[in-house]
């Protein structure tokens, strides 16, 4: 089974500029996830979808954070303008949604670093 | 505002040693989950503990969870090198929701 597929997986900006990240979940998972972990951190939420819906993005700065997933499939991330304070790694997890037990998917992450 | 706090942060030890983890939260919940992070790389799922008095093992790994004393134990035994990693616990607060909140994780290095 393929796991969840991250692009980039590394990024330098300046700040300012705009960036974007792509995540591709596993194959029939209908929850994704995008957490930032700021070096040296725990990963923190940002949003979580169910299939193309927002089911929570308490914690995603909307001023300059967007993220969709059409189709309930993949999902893109974006920052526009960028801060210096975003440099971080971006995570996009899934997970299958039913019942208790469930386990959240990592993939390999996006590296930004914005200067 | 949920809390999960880790410690120690930091723990070197030797190898064949013995030693635990621990990982306290604020409030309320029956679910949480270990996680181990290598450098420069993405989370492995570990362990999922679903219940109070819950107990799963792993190879030299075994963790628990007390959800009345809001902790849980990562507990490794005669420790080898190929462990040395970040541990992360995460705790799902939100019934229903699955949303996580992670700790401040535990970098652990092994010493030959």
């Known amino acids: 089974e393929a796991g969840v597929a991250q692009s980039p997986r590394y990024k330098i900006i300046e700040k300012r500029q705009s960036v974007a990240f792509w995540c591709n979940p596993i194959s029939g998972h209908a929850t994704l996830y995008w957490y930032q972990q700021i070096l040296g951190q725990g990963p923190k939420l940002l949003i979580q979808?169910?299939?193309?819906?927002?089911?929570?993005d308490s914690q995603l700065p909307k001023d300059r954070f967007s993220a969709e997933r059409l189709k309930g499939v993949d999902s893109t991330l974006k920052i526009q303008p960028a801060k210096l304070e975003d440099s971080a790694v971006y995570l996009c997890?899934?997970?299958?949604?039913?019942?208790?037990?469930?386990?959240?998917?990592f993939g390999p992450g996006t590296r930004l670093t914005v200067l | 505002e949920l809390k999960v706090e880790q410690n120690p942060l930091f723990l070197s030890m030797q190898e064949g040693k013995n030693y635990t983890i621990y990982c306290n939260y604020s409030?309320?919940?029956?679910?949480l989950y270990w996680y181990r992070q290598d450098p420069g790389k993405s989370l492995e799922s570990l362990f999922v503990l679903l219940s109070n008095g819950a107990v799963k093992q792993e190879g030299r790994l075994m963790a628990s969870l007390d959800t009345k004393a809001r902790l849980s134990t990562l507990h490794i035994t005669a420790a080898v090198h190929d462990l040395s990693a970040t541990y992360f616990c995460?705790?799902?607060?939100?019934?229903?929701?699955?949303?996580?909140?992670f700790g401040t994780g535990t970098r652990l290095t092994i010493i030959p």
């Open positions: 995460a705790v799902d607060l939100n019934f229903g929701n699955e949303k996580l909140t």
């Open positions: 997890a899934s997970s299958r949604t039913s019942g208790r037990g469930y386990e959240q998917f």
């Open positions: 409030t309320t919940s029956d679910r």
């Open positions: 979808f169910q299939n193309n819906g927002v089911v929570d």
